[in-house]
């Protein structure tokens, strides 16, 4: 099994910024995707940005150049830095990593509220 611990939501004004962290641990192979994904109160869940072991990244158009994906191979984690953030942007934000030999993994999210 793979755990996920999430860290770094919170209360953040218009136009402020956060840094989400996601580490995976447990019986681990090798990851091949890590990512973040959000879900707004009464909408579906929505990627915001994967990263594969290779290094290539997707974002979501909503959030192209003010978020910022990384990853930590070696540690098995993955970041998500927030920039100039919008009360658009608040939503349960969730860490997910595809395993090698093992299957898809979710975090349990983390309340990320943008409001003045």
Request: charged share 15%; aromatic share 8%.
């Amino acid at each position: 099994q793979v755990q996920l611990v999430e860290s770094g939501g919170g209360l953040v004004q218009p136009g402020g910024s956060l840094r989400l962290s996601c580490a995976a641990s447990g019986s681990i192979f090798s990851i091949k995707t890590m990512g973040w994904y959000r879900q707004a109160p009464g909408k579906e869940r929505e990627l915001v940005a994967t990263i594969t072991s290779g290094g290539n990244i997707k974002y979501a158009d909503s959030v192209k150049g003010r978020f910022t994906i990384s990853r930590e191979n070696a540690q098995n984690t993955v970041h998500l830095q927030m920039n100039s953030l919008k009360p658009e942007d608040t939503a349960v934000y969730y860490c997910n990593v595809e395993v090698t030999r093992s299957g898809n993994y979710w975090g349990k999210g983390t309340l990320v509220t943008v409001s003045s």
